[in-house]
């Protein structure tokens, strides 16, 4: 695999630092993380391509760029509990499991929770919890949560996510219908003032649950 260290130093050369991610601690987990393990046999000669790839479960593992654009975007600490919605792959909980405390993963689909759960384990990554379920529900139990990050768009913040934010909390997520969503950062500031920052235009699989679209189409 000498071959995919050297394509994944350049991923992050080229894609991540030339584009203006600025964070070195990201840029070191990007550089540990090998992306050719959460992706499907008949893809790994693509896992550092500079575009999403198709995964199992008619899913998608975002683009390198993306995942650090978001990941950059919640200014993950070395103490922080972090809630992934959508973990598909797995992919970009196991980069954040490299800058957090603990990261808490959830996804609806049972073939990809299975997977990632495996690849955590293979890998080592032992502060990565993989729950199976509606993650727009978030995970209660596991809350405050110091940021969160949700992998799929939605039509709106779900209300329980802004709930398990801690004060002080930065959520990232696509929000919009249909093809095209505005990547937003809602920080929350106090008990009830939240501020939010549209960040950019972006492209994610939709986000099905009760507080997401309904399952097959893209009516909330
Ligand atoms: N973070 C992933 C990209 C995931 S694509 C990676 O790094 O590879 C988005 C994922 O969100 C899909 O796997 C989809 O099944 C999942 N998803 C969609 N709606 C969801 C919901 N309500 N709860 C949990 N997962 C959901």
New binding site residues.
Partial sequence: MADCARLRQMMVEQQIIRRGVGDPRLWAAMRAVPRER?VPEDVRSLAYEDRPLP?E?G????QPYI?ARMIEAAAISPEDRVL????????????MSRLAAHVF?????AE?TALAEGRMKALGYDNVSIGL?????GWAEKAPFDAI?V??G?PGVPPPLREQLAIGGRLVMPVGDGGEQQLVRLIRKDEEEFDLTVLEAVR?????????WKDGNADP
């Fill in positions: 959460f995964v479960a899913q998608t593992i975002s995942v992934e919605v959508g973990a598909g792959s797995g992919y970009a909980a196991a980069v993963a959830v996804e609806r689909i990809l379920g509606d993650g727009t529900a990050l992998a799929a939605g994610f699989v939709p986000l099905i649950g009760a507080h997401g």
